[in-house]
């Protein structure tokens, strides 16, 4: 993000992370191009969600914030929700298509999809308020401008950008929370074998991949009324402590019983918390 900060076109920049990201799923050829494809995706990934959260807080006030981030967020859920029937059926419509299998079809289509979307968004994705755009009248620009000024924002200039880093490496809150980050993403690994766990119930192929799709959706449900909330009432602790602590108790439900139906409703908690 310093290094965005100094930039004056984010959207190449955000772009150019997503086109990349579509590089890194069609080169997933074999298992060392796998690990190799993973390994670089994982600096798409890093640069990709912070910068998006960066530009964002360039635009709305921080009042306006989380709501507009579970937005950018609400992608993930979705993809969740969809993913594993989508998958399913690339798999086993396309396997053995022109020599390849399956799994390899759905690398190839995730990644050209990702690329062509990434091309659009080099001229969907706006600057910061202070460039030159054709979509914002001069009366648009200097009200954007007056808005971060308002909020108290200002623009971070190379010794700023320093003393900002140094604050941050030296604050204990900062090392704390990113345990906390750490631990909560962690815990969030769960959601790459939700499809292995809903095939646990005993049902077919088919209504396991379809029972994925109900918790998602509640958590991007949930996720845009608790940062709508958040936004109004300007209080952030609770918003995050209580969905954390509905996850837990998810995540001891699940563990401590074999009732099919309160194993699956125990997925709609950790959904909510991540």
């Not at 399956?102 to 289509?109: E, I, T, Y």
């Amino acid at each position: 993000n310093m290094f965005l900060s100094s930039m004056q076109r984010p959207s190449l920049y955000l772009s150019g992370c997503v086109f990349l990201l579509g590089v890194c799923s069609i080169a997933t050829g074999s298992f060392t191009q796998a690990l190799t494809s993973r390994f670089f995706l994982g600096f798409c990934e890093a640069a990709w969600l912070p910068g998006a959260t960066f530009l964002l807080s360039k635009w709305y006030k921080r009042r306006e914030l989380a709501w507009r981030i579970a937005f950018s967020m609400s992608g993930s859920t979705l993809s969740y929700a969809f993913g594993p029937l989508i998958a399913s059926v690339v798999m086993e419509m396309a396997d053995k298509l022109f020599g390849f299998a399956g799994w390899r079809w759905l690398f190839l289509l995730e990644g050209s999809v990702t690329i062509i979307i990434a091309v659009f968004a080099i001229f969907i994705i706006p600057d910061y308020p202070s460039s030159p755009s054709s979509w914002l009248t001069p009366e648009e620009h200097l009200l954007a401008l007056r808005r971060m000024e308002e909020d108290g924002a200002d623009s971070l200039e190379q010794d700023k950008q320093i003393s900002g880093l140094i604050e941050a490496l030296t604050d204990w809150r900062v090392w704390w929370l990113s345990i906390a980050l750490l631990c909560l993403y962690a815990t969030s690994s769960f959601s790459n074998f939700f499809p292995t766990l809903t095939a646990t119930m005993g049902y077919s192929p088919t209504v396991s991949l379809l029972l994925c799709t109900p918790p998602w959706i509640f958590s991007t449900v949930t996720t845009f009324a608790i940062s709508w909330h958040s936004d109004v009432s300007g209080e952030r602790f609770w918003h995050i402590s209580i969905p954390l602590m509905i996850g837990i108790t998810g995540f001891v439900l699940a563990m401590n019983t074999m009732n099919t139906t309160v194993r699956y409703l125990s997925l709609y908690e950790p959904d909510t918390a991540t």
